[in-house]
Nanobody, 122 residues
Framework: QVRLVESGGGSVQPGGSLTLTCVTS?????KAWFRQSPGKEREGVAA????????WYARSTKGRFTIAQDNAKNTVYLHLRRLEPEDTGLYFC??????????????????WGQGTQVTVSS
């Protein structure tokens, strides 16, 4: 059974940093981070395949966000830097077991965490 538990959200000022953590259990092919802001669709932020360690990023976050994994700890991280108010939202960890479909499309993922809130404001 796949289970995902996120932590690490919080409130920061513009330009600040946060690290989100997702502890996983069960077999997972691909892990990803998504975010959803009020009134907007869920957006893929970054993804990584368990076996290859190669990351994928959305254009809006590339260069500011970094996804990393520690397979020995069954943990995937999202390091957020140079945060902007537009980055505010509920951040979700997601996983699939087959690695098919668009890697940053939420429809490609079966398993979801409960979400952790990130708020960027001055």
């Amino acid at each position: 059974q796949v289970r995902l538990v996120e932590s690490g959200g919080g409130s920061v000022q513009p330009g600040g940093s946060l690290t989100l953590t997702c502890v996983t259990s069960g077999y997972i092919d691909t892990k990803a981070w998504f975010r959803q802001s009020p009134g907007k669709e869920r957006e893929g932020v970054a993804a990584i395949r368990t076996a290859s360690d190669s990351p994928w990023y959305a254009r809006s976050t590339k260069g500011r966000f970094t996804i990393a994994q520690d397979n020995a700890k069954n943990t995937v991280y999202l390091h957020l830097r140079r945060l902007e108010p537009e980055d505010t939202g509920l951040y979700f960890c997601a996983a699939n077991q087959r690695g098919t479909g668009d890697i940053l499309d939420p429809n490609s993922y079966t398993y979801w965490g409960q979400g952790t809130q990130v708020t960027v404001s001055s």
